[in-house]
């Protein structure tokens, strides 16, 4: 059974850090792409970041650019998202996703691209 698990979220003041980790179990990370999303209050779920299989290559949304990285770990199978300067906007439920896929270097940005998602870790970030 396929598992994505994250954890790392809370709540922080504006300027603050965070890091998300999320847990692959079932399946072996490696062939996977990877990606967050988020869904802030009352709005619709909107993509954050995505690594490719190899973890080489990275793309991330405007809104997060310069602030959050994607990074992964393949011996423990986990991947990870470090926010930095995070601010009341960023106040979401974040969510990673593992898509199975051949390709090693293609970057997948759409929800429906996804096999496989995680339950969620909620930020909050205080003004």
């Known amino acids: 059974q396929v598992q994505l698990v994250e954890s790392g979220g809370g709540l922080v003041q504006t300027g603050g850090s965070l890091r998300l980790s999320c847990a692959v179990s079932g399946l072996t990370s490696s062939g996977c792409a990877m990606g967050w999303f988020r869904q802030p209050p009352g709005m619709e779920r909107e993509f954050v970041a995505a690594i490719t299989r190899t973890g080489d290559n990275t793309v991330y949304a405007d809104s997060v650019k310069g602030r959050f990285t994607i990074s992964r770990d393949f011996a423990k199978n986990t991947v990870y998202l470090d926010m930095n300067s995070l601010i009341p906007e960023d106040t979401a439920v974040y969510s990673c996703?593992?898509?199975?896929?051949?390709?090693?270097?293609?970057?997948?940005?759409?929800?429906?691209?996804?096999?496989?998602w995680g339950q969620g870790t909620q930020v909050t970030v205080s003004s």
């Open positions: 996703a593992a898509v199975v896929t051949i390709y090693i270097n293609r970057i997948y940005k759409q929800e429906s691209e996804y096999d496989y």
